[in-house]
């Protein structure tokens, strides 16, 4: 059974950082690209960043130079480290992977950019 689990994600004040977790499981982690999308109410979701199995990153321009994907094999996590945080930034934040399965998707998780 696939499972990606998001963690992380909360309150922080506009110029600040945080740190999105995705655990996964149920598939060769290793040998397969991880993406992180987000979504506004009412809006589509966007891709936000995708790592390749071999650590390739890829970022929205809205993000890039602010946020880095990364990945440890040993723990079947990818990572998101946003900073320069902006308001519109504010999104649910989703772990997400394509397999010959068809494309899997975590829960999510709250990112709230305020003051």
């Known amino acids: 059974q696939v499972q990606l689990v998001e963690s992380g994600g909360g309150l922080v004040q506009p110029g600040g950082s945080l740190s999105l977790s995705c655990v996964s499981s149920g598939f060769i982690f290793e040998s397969t690209g991880m993406n992180w999308y987000r979504q506004v109410p009412g809006k589509r979701r966007e891709l936000v960043a995708s790592?390749?199995?071999?650590?390739?990153?890829n970022y929205s321009d809205s993000v890039k130079g602010r946020f880095t994907a990364s990945r440890d094999n040993a723990r079947n996590t990818i990572y998101l480290q946003m900073n320069s945080l902006k308001p519109e930034d504010t999104a649910v934040y989703y772990c997400?992977?394509?397999?010959?399965?068809?494309?899997?998707w975590g829960q999510g998780t709250q990112v709230t950019v305020s003051s």
């Open positions: 997400h992977t394509i397999l010959r399965r068809g494309p899997y």
């Open positions: 790592i390749t199995s071999a650590g390739v990153t």
